[in-house]
């Protein structure tokens, strides 16, 4: 969920309010704002009854009427909700058989990783280590629990204050499934694909390594690994050429370079990627300070633990 969009005085509008043709609850949760949206579907800030502030996606209609789509999604729900990792956002409730099924996980008050280097440009390359490393323990985790994430991309990462989260993992896999994706619903990041997934070949884990690498060359450049511009020239780049890591910080070379090769058999493990950080950290330990973020991106933290109250009907 990203998009954020500045308000009055440069400080960005977080949380929109309520349409008129949003709910005002779904089964139970009094919802309180629209904290973003995406190509699956909206998504709304709500809270347990706790107390305990909640994202909760909604899936585009399109989707909830397509058979296979509800039966790969109820089993990619079933595989999130063993997922409780630290640099993740666990799915804390879920309805696959509502008539736009939905998936409530815990709010992170951060900003996207895509929208924080958009308002504020690369990432220092000590930040940079320490998202990578937590990506990869998020990875870890996912992965355990027979998922492969097939998303990973800079919208699909949160910038907490004490660490990165990484979201949506499953979801696209559900949305392999429907006729969907074949007629004008795009469903994944061209520019953060693997090789194999832009030549419709088979997925796995190391899938999301190729994405790791994509993602640091994002967070330390600015820029997407494999450039910009029309979806074919991006793609043809990503499975004939090298990447052009020329504006990436000489620390970070080994780590985004094993990453980013085109064989998936010979990328690093996540334990091995783990190790990679720790050889680009300036020290010998990964060790996460409170201020590991830029202080502009620590600031847009802040705005967003500001969560408004449920609407009041």
């Not at 309520?18 to 909206?42: E, F, S, V």
């Not at 063993?82 to 409730?93: C, E, H, K, M, S």
Request: charged content about 20%; hydrophobic content about 40%.
């Amino acid at each position: 969920m990203s998009g954020q969009q500045p308000a009055s005085g440069g400080t960005p509008q977080v949380f929109q309010p309520l349409a008129g043709d949003d709910p005002t609850t779904i089964a139970g949760y009094r919802l309180a704002a629209r904290p973003g949206a995406g190509g699956m579907g909206k998504v709304y800030l709500s809270y347990t009854p706790g107390g305990r502030p909640v994202a909760i996606k909604v899936i585009r209609p399109e989707f909830g009427e397509d058979a296979e789509f509800r039966r790969r999604f109820a089993q990619e729900v079933r595989s999130a909700q063993r997922v409780q990792g630290l640099f993740t956002a666990p799915v804390i409730d879920a309805s696959t058989d509502a008539a736009q099924p939905w998936l409530a996980t815990a709010y992170v008050p951060g900003p996207s990783l895509a929208d924080a280097v958009v308002a504020h440009g690369a990432l220092p390359v000590e930040t940079v280590v320490l998202l990578i490393a937590g990506m990869a323990e998020a990875l870890h985790v996912i992965h355990g629990a027979g998922i492969v994430h097939r998303d990973l991309k800079p919208s699909n990462v949160l910038l907490a204050a004490d660490g990165p989260r990484v979201i949506d993992f499953g979801i696209a896999h559900a949305a392999d499934a429907t006729s969907l994706t074949g007629s004008g619903v795009t469903i994944g990041t061209l520019s953060f694909m693997a090789p194999e997934q832009a030549a419709g070949n088979r997925v796995t884990p190391a899938t999301d390594v190729f994405a790791l690498g994509q993602v640091a060359v994002y967070a330390a450049t600015g820029s997407p690994a494999f450039g910009e511009g029309t979806s074919h020239g991006v793609l043809y780049r990503i499975v004939h050429e090298e990447p052009d890591l020329g504006r990436v910080p000489e620390r970070l070379r080994e780590l985004v370079g094993r990453c980013l090769d085109k064989d998936p058999a010979v990328r690093p493990s996540i334990a091995e990627v783990i190790e990679l950080c720790r050889s680009a950290n300036a020290e010998t330990v990964l060790r996460r300070p409170e201020d590991w973020l830029p202080a502009p991106v620590s600031a847009d933290i802040t705005v967003r633990t500001a969560a408004p109250a449920p609407v009041q009907t």
